[in-house]
């Protein structure tokens, strides 16, 4: 494990992982500080915790031991990942019997810091090589994923970047050799969004998907070939099909690649 920079015990955890072992790690945003999660998760009135906290300068705290479950993603509404554990009837086993929670400083609608970015693929590496975790969008996921009412971790984190550097740490843990240097990351560190809303023709079946740019995010619904979708603006940095990265988004902050549509009417 990567070496803790505050310890900072939170009281609010289940003892032990109900037969459960970790089996994926959720990444979160706090909406607000790190020395103000670090006071809420240690309040004896929040009743939430996380195992990890990022700050943007890099800092990395724990609150909860990963023998335990931290009270992270109990909480589930309409699911879209592949790895949630049905236990019949319509209902999941809790998910944080079998997740690694990972708060992040900062807010939903603000670009996450290099450093930020370094040091969670770093402890996202060492995650996945001590508890056997494969290193991709179906094991590393955002809390969104899990309780659909949330935006979490929001639309400025690139599952695509981070997840690249937490394989070249695994990488350089593996074969022993040394870590990657940090530096500037490069590709798209936030999504930069133009805002100008619109109407696009639909070319063909089209899925809308959940608050990324990106086939890896769940589907919400599919426009079918023929219809008119509304947008409120675009971005120019998702994730690239046949070499074109223009996504739109509607209202509810969902996204839809625009390589399927045509004309704006």
């Known amino acids: 494990m990567i070496p803790?920079?505050?310890?900072?015990?939170?009281?609010?955890?289940?003892?032990?992982?109900?037969?459960?072992?970790?089996?994926?790690?959720?990444?979160?945003?706090?909406?607000?500080?790190?020395?103000?999660?670090?006071?809420?998760?240690?309040?004896?009135?929040?009743?939430?915790?996380?195992?990890f906290g990022i700050g943007k300068n890099g800092e990395l705290h724990q609150y909860v031991d990963l023998a335990n479950s931290a009270w992270h993603a109990g909480r589930v509404n309409k699911p879209t990942w592949v790895g949630m554990k049905a236990a019949g009837n319509g209902t999941f086993y809790n998910p944080n019997y079998y997740t690694i929670g990972i708060e992040h400083e900062g807010f939903g609608q603000t670009p996450w810091s290099d450093r930020m970015y370094h040091k969670s693929a770093e402890l996202i590496a060492h995650l996945c090589v001590d508890f056997h975790i494969p290193l991709d969008r179906a094991h590393v996921v955002g809390h969104h994923e899990i309780y659909s009412l949330k935006s979490c971790p929001g639309q400025h984190v690139n599952f695509n970047i981070l997840l690249d550097l937490a394989r070249q740490h695994r990488t350089a843990l593996v074969d022993g050799t040394a870590p990657p240097t940090p530096a500037p990351v490069s590709g798209i560190p936030a999504l930069q969004e133009e805002k100008k809303s619109g109407s696009v023709r639909v070319l063909k079946n089209l899925n809308i998907r959940r608050k990324a740019p990106t086939t890896s995010a769940g589907i919400v619904s599919t426009a079918p070939a023929g219809s008119t979708l509304a947008f409120e603006g675009w971005v120019t940095n998702g994730q690239p099909i046949q070499g074109n990265r223009k996504w739109y988004f509607n209202q509810d902050g969902d996204y839809f690649w625009s390589g399927a549509t045509g004309e704006v009417v």
Do not use: C, N
């Open 4 to 51: 803790v920079d505050k310890q900072v015990p939170s009281p609010h955890f289940t003892k032990g992982r109900k037969s459960f072992k970790p089996e994926a790690i959720v990444v979160h945003i706090m909406e607000g500080t790190l020395v103000g999660t670090d006071a809420w998760f240690r309040d004896p009135i929040s009743k939430v915790s996380a195992h």
